[in-house]
């Protein structure tokens, strides 16, 4: 079986495994709805037919000023690798998914700022769908 049709076994199972808990998470807020989405669309579009898959959550920078990590959504690398690097205006961003151009409006503006705070102060940039550690979140408000 080619490497795409593994992954794409090994996410069925594991959303077969836990689809009671996944659904219900997947009820809770939009946002979760649209990280199903763009990880589908993503696992369909990007995943090779051979060879290996990188699977990247962090980036940390060297030399780096501050440990305290920048979290980022995975629906905001989403839509900044559709906007930015694949050139698609907003509009044609969110018919991939399927979402608003607000959304991905939201998305860009947030996953931007994000983006650009990790590379200036030299901090960790993680992606992750689960908020930071409450300890976190407390000190960047």
Do not use: C
């Not at 780096?64 to 905001?76: D, F, K, L, R």
């Not at 979402?99 to 996953?111: A, D, P």
């Amino acid at each position: 079986m080619a490497e795409k049709g593994k992954a794409r076994e090994l996410v069925r199972d594991w959303f077969t495994r836990s689809a009671e808990d996944e659904w219900r998470r997947l009820k809770k807020d939009p946002y979760h709805r649209l990280e199903f989405l763009v990880t589908m669309h993503f696992l369909e579009k990007h995943l090779p037919e051979e060879g290996a898959i990188l699977d990247t959550s962090r980036f940390i920078p060297v030399p780096q000023m501050g440990s305290e990590p920048i979290y980022i959504e995975p629906a905001e690398v989403e839509a900044l690798r559709l906007v930015d690097f694949e050139g698609l205006s907003q509009e044609e961003a969110g018919e991939r998914p399927g979402v608003f151009r607000g959304t991905v409006w939201r998305l860009l503006e947030s996953g931007r700022k994000k983006t650009v705070e990790a590379l200036v102060k030299a901090r960790p940039l993680t992606i992750s769908s689960q908020p930071p550690p409450k300890s976190l979140q407390q000190t960047r408000e």
